[in-house]
């Protein structure tokens, strides 16, 4: 038995079209469904439903054998024990950041200077800043960042950004690309050379271009 941890969400969304495109259909609606574990038609293949952060810790400590998840989560994390094979180009985004309209974030960020940033990417932002020589101040949040800069409490927000309609909606901009955002399969090493032959399909439909 293979299991593959996905999120909610986009990564879901864009992982079922490229599993049917194998005749790897589930066999109930994970929209509808409570359920957090779904079979699917190929004995061998079950899903298990769980938080965006958390994937790489299930596919970490062998729960599950194989996970998508997002190139932010990766790199703020830096789990150990983990093959990165795929990059599938899905769900999207740009880890940007992002000011009030009006403020003068060139000066902000002038060698020396220090900035109070939201984020959850605590570690990312750290390492992005300090290599501008940019001190911060971070705060971390974990939702509705773009209310951090609005109230006071941040200068400026490191965050996710895909259409970019929320942070026009209050009346924020994005001014700095801090990293290009995608999907990858990831493998449990030690599931990788034990379930090999089981694993090999799977991975080879992942390894298909994605049109």
């Given at each position: ?98 000011v009030p309209e009006g403020f003068d974030y060139e000066k902000a960020v002038r ?61 924020l901009v994005a001014v700095e690309e801090v990293l290009d955002v995608s999907s ?25 271009p994605q049109t």
């Open positions: 038995m293979i299991t593959l941890a996905l999120s909610r969400g986009r990564i879901l969304e864009d992982t079922i079209p490229l599993l049917k495109k194998f005749s790897i259909t589930l066999e109930e609606n994970p929209e509808t469904t409570r359920k957090l574990i779904l079979q699917t038609n190929k004995p061998d293949l079950r899903l298990i439903l769980v938080r965006a952060s958390d994937v790489p810790t299930y596919v970490q400590y062998g729960a599950a054998d194989i996970g998508i998840a997002g190139w932010d989560v990766l790199t703020e994390q830096q789990p150990e024990g983990l093959y990165y094979p795929i990059d599938l180009g899905i769900a999207r985004c740009k880890l940007m950041v992002a060698q020396g200077s220090r900035l109070k940033v939201a984020t959850k990417y605590v570690d990312i932002t750290r390492n992005y800043f300090a290599s501008k020589g940019v001190y911060v101040d971070i705060i971390k949040l974990y939702g509705s960042m773009e209310l951090a800069p609005l109230v006071g409490l941040a200068d400026a927000i490191v965050d996710l950004v895909s259409t970019g309609k929320t942070l026009k909606a209050n009346n990858r399969v990831i493998v449990n090493q030690i599931a990788f050379k034990m379930k090999a032959e089981t694993l090999k399909p799977i991975l080879d439909c992942f390894q298909q």
